[in-house]
């Protein structure tokens, strides 16, 4: 099982669920990422649901399931899923629970302030083209561990490191930082 996660890992590309973007070249040679008005899809949903989740974990206690869950959802944002549109929709939906049980208050608040929405990856798309690139290079980061840790997920090898990394990770896809933070959480071993 390991050995096949492993492969899987090593083939994993998470940025392919942001193809729908277009790719241009500007006069410097530089690789800019631009869009139009567009929809989401499924695949960015998902981890905007999921950074969402890691956000109101931030202000309030997680629960037993909570880690679980982002694990699994990590590794069903791989192209090569096979999640249906029905079964995405349903994820998407146990994230939503999953934050409602968390932080009951904030679905209901007369004062949002944002910070356990759920994040629309379509705003990455405004950042310098350096800045893209880094944060896609986080979501690929993010699911190639949730397939490589998943095994390790309720054992004795699963530390607090790892499973910070994830919500570290998750909520660093929704900040504005500077480059080398970026590149640190990028360079971060594991494990």
């Not at 790719?23 to 969402?52: C, F, P």
Request: proline share 2%; charged share 30%; hydrophobic share 35%.
């Amino acid at each position: 099982m390991m050995a096949q996660a492993l492969e899987m890992a090593q083939a994993l590309d998470c940025s392919r669920f942001m193809k729908s973007l277009q790719v241009r070249s500007t006069e410097t040679g530089q690789e800019s990422y631009h869009i139009g008005v567009r929809k989401m899809n499924q695949r960015e949903r998902l981890l905007g649901a999921l950074i969402g989740l890691a956000r109101t974990c931030n202000m309030h206690e997680k629960t037993e399931h909570t880690t679980g869950l982002i694990l699994y959802a990590l590794m069903a944002a791989d192209p090569f899923s096979g999640l249906s549109e029905e079964e995405f929709h349903q994820l998407i939906d146990q994230i939503h629970a999953e934050k409602k049980r968390i932080a009951p208050g904030c679905a209901t608040c007369m004062a949002k302030c944002g910070n356990t929405d759920d994040y629309d990856l379509t705003k990455n798309l405004q950042d310098p083209a350096e800045v893209q690139k880094l944060k896609k290079e986080i979501e690929k980061k993010l699911c190639r561990n949730a397939l490589l840790f998943a095994d390790v997920y309720g054992t004795e090898e699963w530390t607090d490191e790892i499973e910070s990394f994830f919500y570290r990770a998750l909520c660093a896809i929704s900040y504005d930082m500077d480059v080398e933070r970026y590149q640190m959480i990028i360079k971060q071993e594991i494990g």
